[in-house]
């Protein structure tokens, strides 16, 4: 049986989901995708704390126990539904695109996309090719909060100063974080200075989780 509602991703931490009818896409995204008869693109998120209290109480094993549970969480949710799991992938996936077409994607002088409700404290967590039969999610009103932030507490905040020039200068970033004793190894000063959904901000061992990703990521890449 097909999934008949969200309410157990919601349950399970993973509380945004977009649906898009496949042949709605815009034909530039389309072409990227597998051509396989799919009816429905399924973008799944997560917002706050519940997807790392959801984590830690199933705990699953492996290297990135988020990804694992968000995976496990969709295979019992989708059953037997056709589907095909293109992120978490190998294959690129245009997620800051299907973002913006959701209405959840606002961009921020930093790499993140900062929501007027969630501040930064979100994330995409999956992209689902599905033979579902939901009925397609309206774009959800603009609420970008950057463009009216006199502030721009996170500019100030970045020991860095890679977000004070028109782009965010990731090669700033990265040597930051990779110098000895930065207090950004574990963790984006800048994104923490944000006042914007503080509070959602993530429970401090799911911020350190992340960030040591993502500095592992910049080491190999040294």
């Known amino acids: 049986m097909p999934p008949r509602d969200f309410l157990e991703l919601d349950c399970a931490g993973l509380n945004r989901q977009h649906v898009f009818p496949l042949a709605d896409l815009p034909a530039g995204l389309r072409q990227h995708l597998p051509d396989t008869g799919y009816r429905q693109l399924i973008l799944i998120g ?46 690129p996936v245009g997620l800051q695109a299907l973002g913006s077409l959701a209405g959840w ?34 774009q959800a009103a603009p609420n970008a909060a950057c463009p009216t932030c006199a502030a721009r507490r996170c500019v100030s905040a970045c020991p860095a100063d890679a977000l004070s020039g028109p782009h965010f200068d ?31 901000r993530y429970d401090a061992a799911q911020i350190r989780h992340s960030y040591r990703q993502s500095l592992a990521w910049l080491k190999a890449m040294k």
């Open 170 to 200: 990731l090669s700033r970033c990265a040597g930051e974080r990779l110098r000895p004793g930065s207090a950004c190894a574990e963790g984006c000063l800048a994104r923490l200075a944000c006042p914007v959904g503080s509070e959602h």
């Open 46 to 91: 997560h917002a706050g704390r519940a997807l790392w209290v959801a984590v830690q109480r199933q705990r699953p094993p492996g290297p990135d126990p988020i990804d694992a549970h968000t995976v496990q969480t969709l295979q019992r949710w989708l059953g037997d539904t056709r589907h095909h799991l293109l992120y978490p992938g190998p294959a």
């Open 105 to 138: 994607h606002h961009p921020s002088p930093m790499m993140i996309g900062v929501d007027a409700t969630w501040g930064s404290w979100h994330a995409y967590r999956a992209v689902v090719l599905a033979d579902t039969d939901f009925p397609a999610t309206p």
